[in-house]
């Protein structure tokens, strides 16, 4: 957890710092950029899944019959939110393929960087699930606290918040409208330029993963 960032946890594994920097460098080709941000997305979800209720089930091995630990309860929910939150859904699948898969669509305002909803279709009865949404950038954060408040409308169980980057005014501004919302982060950058981009940061995430410029 991030001292100054109470809502924060900062995956600071080693292989997570290297893929990181990969990524970022101007020079990763697509296809590299792709396979990076699902690789890295797995070991986000491992963090961000460790606190994941079990229960007890009786099992036979080969050998013997055995208490073993299940997941409790109903199936995990991972809503992207679109579109480049589509390369962490991904990355996160190959960890619970069985998750529930939901999708919101966001743009940008250019001109007031506000979020702008355009699709969302989740799955029905989220009362008691864990959700996870992702998105590579926690950017103004303004995408976020839309997609996060509209899944509160459902009352799921848990909610938890997964990106590549975040910023300090991202997290400020989630956790003054989400303050009960833990985010999970590969790193934490410097600032936000003019234009609402993080710096350092690695460019637009949508755009190096889809090869759209």
């Not at 460098?25 to 797995?42: D, K, M, N, P, Y």
Request: glycine share 8%; proline share 6%; charged share 20%.
């Amino acid at each position: 957890m991030s001292q100054d960032f109470p809502n924060c946890t900062v995956v600071d594994h080693p292989l997570v710092k290297h893929k990181l920097t990969l990524m970022r460098r101007v020079e990763t080709s697509t296809a590299s950029f792709r396979a990076l941000l699902q690789e890295i997305s797995q070991l986000l979800a491992y963090e961000a899944m460790r606190d994941l209720k079990l229960r007890e089930e009786t099992i036979q091995t080969p050998l013997a019959t055995m208490q073993a630990p299940v997941l409790e309860g109903k199936k995990l929910v991972l809503v992207a939110i679109l579109r480049a939150g589509q390369g962490i859904l991904d990355g996160m699948l190959q960890l619970v393929p069985s998750a529930r898969i939901g999708h919101i669509g966001m743009y940008r305002d250019p001109e007031t960087l506000m979020a702008v909803e355009y699709y969302y279709k989740v799955p029905g009865q989220l009362t008691d699930r864990d959700v996870i949404v992702c998105d590579p950038m926690l950017a103004t954060g303004n995408s976020a606290i839309a997609a996060l408040s509209r899944i509160k409308a459902s009352k799921p169980g848990s909610l938890r918040f997964v990106c590549l980057l975040a910023c300090p005014e991202g997290l400020a501004n989630l956790r003054e409208h989400h303050p009960d919302v833990h985010v999970y982060t590969a790193a934490i950058d410097e600032r936000l330029n003019e234009h609402g981009y993080i710096l350092p940061g690695l460019g637009d995430a949508g755009d190096r993963l889809f090869g759209t410029k």
